[in-house]
């Protein structure tokens, strides 16, 4: 009996050790995932915080300077003699991590971001001691701006809508088309007898500068419209926006026809008079295809869309497309492919947001690189007094008769005379086109070995787009905010929840000014 119960007390020790050691284990396994769960809470409590305290556009700068630094340390590493200062890669980094610096702190205090870039690049190039350390070779600043180029056109393709002149009408037309026209024919005039440039320079410069920009008019628009004020009540928003589009691409289409001209002087008088035309169909011609070989590939995988690979062929083909008619010396088509391409693509897609949010992942670095590049261009030493006094008469006088064009297209579609003295304000902003076009025809003429003559007129449209950015980006913007008030309604307040419980009045927030 008393082995029998020794025996039993052992088994009950070991069975009761063995529970135990299950409760233990237990416990701290529960223990271990409430601690775990604690931490997944505070990291998204903490991620969730940054977040909502953040604005958003602060966390994508951190993050997009964060991926430059980490791709020039990369290629550090790889590269070491190509990325230390004078090397280009060096150069390609500071300047485009300057530049997305400057224009934050431009666009916090909602001035044109560009306007930093542009300073940036400027300096970077006329600073004795600093353009000793960012050398970068005339072939690459060229192709560097090919690819911005590329994108910014890319992106409007893919925003345009034939849709909209029918919602709008033909004021749409006569918006995008009469001022751009009557501006860049005065320029062109006044350039021949001021600039002492020919007149197809002339009116390849006057192109340059027609153009105005959505990239300054559609964020003011929709700050007004945050505002309160009265500006889709006559589809104010909608005329503008559309507009804007089709004036850049018309511009684009008509420099690209002044540059065959301009470039093909020395070549058959047949083949300069239908090197313009065929440059035109050319690139109609190549930008359908391949938009149609887009709508088609990739196909659909049980259902879903392959919005990255598309993204992929888009870029690879306009690249294909820029490049490749550069190199067969119909620079005119790849542009206009490039447009045509993103316009006939986005038709067949219907939609894909996916593809939109890439290119414009892929703007907000070429942006910086564009605008960065384009001031560097500009020499000071070469600026003189004389060339300074007559571009800004040309540019004053030009902008004059504008907005007086401007005020004539919107005629006889129902806004009221301060509605119209506002598009025409509205019309004003110029940046991104004559950023990415300005300096093209120095880089063909680079890239062709042009004579000293027709660099200079290169070069005197550099200095004179960046002169029309820097007077009329922040000239626009500024009009357009305080002039708003004046020649623009307020939306009336009827429902009592729109209105701010102790004062009756609009909530403040929403009539903030800038």
Not at 269 to 274: C, D, E, G, M, S
Not at 339 to 362: C, F, H, Q, R, Y
Request: aromatic share 8%.
């Amino acid at each position: 009996m008393i082995n029998s119960s020794e025996h039993y007390l052992l088994n009950v020790k070991v069975v009761t050790s063995a529970t135990l050691t299950q409760i233990t284990i237990k416990q701290n396994i529960m223990s271990d995932l409430v601690s775990d769960s604690r931490k997944m809470a505070f990291l998204k409590s903490c991620q969730d915080g940054i977040q909502t305290k953040c604005p958003s556009s602060l966390l994508k700068f951190l993050t997009y300077s964060l991926t430059t630094l980490s791709f020039y340390l990369a290629c550090l590493a790889t590269t070491q003699s190509l990325s230390l200062p004078q090397g280009p890669i060096f150069s390609i980094f500071l300047l485009v991590l300057l530049s997305l610096i400057a224009g934050a702190g431009l666009r916090a205090l909602q001035i044109p971001p560009m306007l930093g870039m542009l300073i940036v690049g400027i300096a970077l190039s006329n600073i004795p001691k600093v353009k000793d350390i960012t050398v970068l070779d005339p072939k690459i600043s060229s192709a560097l701006k090919t690819v911005a180029l590329m994108v910014i056109l890319m992106k409007g393709g893919l925003s345009l809508d034939i849709m909209d002149i029918k919602r709008v009408g033909f004021a749409v037309i006569r918006l995008a088309f009469l001022p751009c026209f009557v501006e860049a024919s005065v320029f062109a005039a006044l350039s021949v007898f001021l600039l002492d440039l020919p007149w197809i320079w002339g009116f390849l410069l006057g192109f340059v500068i027609a153009a105005v920009t959505p990239a300054i008019i559609v964020p003011c628009l929709m700050e007004l419209k945050r505002r309160k004020f009265k500006i889709e009540a006559n589809n104010i928003t909608t005329m503008l926006i559309s507009a804007s589009s089709f004036d850049d691409v018309l511009s684009i289409s008509a420099f690209m026809v002044c540059l065959s001209s301009a470039f093909s002087s020395e070549k058959p008088l047949y083949r300069q008079i239908i090197q313009g035309p065929l440059e035109i169909l050319l690139g109609i011609v190549i930008g359908a295809v391949f938009g149609l070989i887009l709508c088609v590939l990739p196909p659909r995988f049980d259902g879903k869309v392959d919005s990255k690979t598309r993204l992929l062929l888009l870029v690879l083909l306009g690249l294909f497309s820029v490049f490749g008619m550069n190199y067969v010396e119909f620079s005119g088509s790849g542009p206009l492919s490039v447009i045509v391409m993103a316009l006939t693509a986005i038709k067949g897609w219907k939609e894909d947001e996916l593809v939109s949010k890439g290119v414009d992942s892929l703007w907000f670095i070429g942006e910086p690189l564009l605008f960065g590049l384009v001031g560097m261009d500009i020499q000071l030493h070469l600026i003189t007094a004389d060339l300074l006094w007559k571009s800004l008469i040309v540019i004053f006088v030009s902008l004059l008769f504008r907005l007086a064009t401007a005020f004539t297209a919107v005629s006889w579609t129902g806004l009221s005379f301060k509605e119209k003295v506002f598009v025409s304000f509205s019309w004003i902003p110029k940046a991104t086109v004559q950023a990415a076009i300005g300096s093209y025809a120095l880089g063909v003429a680079v890239d062709q070995g042009a004579d000293e003559t027709v660099v200079s007129y290169c070069n005197v449209i550099v200095t004179v787009a960046v002169l029309v950015i820097l007077i009329s980006a922040p000239l626009g913007s500024i009009l357009m905010y305080v002039t708003a008030p004046c020649l623009l309604e307020r939306v009336e307040y009827e429902t009592e929840h729109e209105l701010c419980p102790a004062t009756g009045n609009a909530a403040s927030e929403e009539i903030d000014g800038v």
